[in-house]
Nanobody, 124 residues
Framework: QVQLVESGGGLVQPGESLRLSCAASGFTLNGYNIGWFRQAPGKEREGVSTISSNGFVTYYVDSVKGRFTISRDNAKNTVYLQMNSLKPEDTAIYYC?????????????????WGKGTLVTVSS
């Protein structure tokens, strides 16, 4: 079965950290750009970070720059999102998605594969 599966979400206090994982099964992530997106209650989906297929190019939305780091381990067929200094406004369902087109991978339009998401809650 071809799928992306996110994990690592949970409830943390402001200032704490989480590492999200996006694991692929049924296909290889080689050749795909991978994006992390989030959707908070009552808000539109937002692109958070994207990593190129070779791992050399990354994108971060301004609100997470300096706090989040995206990385990939193609040998493990997994992409990670290290989230530090978490804030209540980071609370959302986080999704990963894969596509061969860079622009689409940043915008989240027409992505080839989507995961089902993992919930991140930042609250004291």
């Amino acid at each position: 079965q071809v799928q992306l599966v996110e994990s690592g979400g949970g409830l943390v206090q402001p200032g704490e950290s989480l590492r999200l994982s996006c694991a692929a099964s049924g296909f290889t992530l080689n050749g795909y750009n991978i994006g992390w997106f989030r959707q908070a209650p009552g808000k539109e989906r937002e692109g958070v970070s994207t990593i190129s297929s070779n791992g050399f190019v990354t994108y971060y939305v301004d609100s997470v720059k300096g706090r989040f780091t995206i990385s990939r381990d193609n040998a493990k067929n997994t992409v990670y999102l290290q989230m530090n200094s978490l804030k209540p406004e980071d609370t959302a369902i986080y999704y990963c998605a894969a596509d061969r087109n860079w622009a689409a991978s940043v915008r989240g339009d027409g992505m080839h594969y989507w995961g089902k998401g993992t919930l991140v809650t930042v609250s004291s």
